[in-house]
């Protein structure tokens, strides 16, 4: 679940939330959807939790995030690591004595 630090906020609107069938709904004003490119029909993600200032929900388009590691945007080693000054030298692990009956070659 998400915890909002230090959202950077770019519009507040007070709004308040309304009866629709066995729902509730609250309405979404014309200039957020347009900031956030969102519309009638939009796939959201809701989020719900609580930080410092209290019990929040968070409404994001779906596309908004990654939703696998094969949506991730690819990175090569060679970017990853761009500017890296620091040193490294492979090694084997110690994984302690053995234990039970594995067979370690």
Aim: glycine share 10%; net charge negative.
């Amino acid at each position: 679940m998400a915890v909002l630090n230090k959202p950077r906020v770019a519009d507040e609107r007070r709004t308040s939330l309304k009866k629709w069938g066995t729902s509730q709904a609250v309405r979404v004003p014309k200039v957020v959807c347009d900031a956030t490119g969102i519309g009638t029909g939009s796939d959201l993600i809701m989020e719900s939790g609580t930080d410092e200032a209290g019990p929040f929900i968070l409404l994001r388009p779906a596309n908004a995030r990654h939703r696998s590691f094969a949506d991730a945007p690819y990175v090569s080693m060679e970017e990853l690591f761009e500017g890296y000054e620091g040193g490294y030298t492979p090694r084997e692990a110690d994984w302690g004595p053995d234990v039970g009956a594995e067979v370690v070659l």
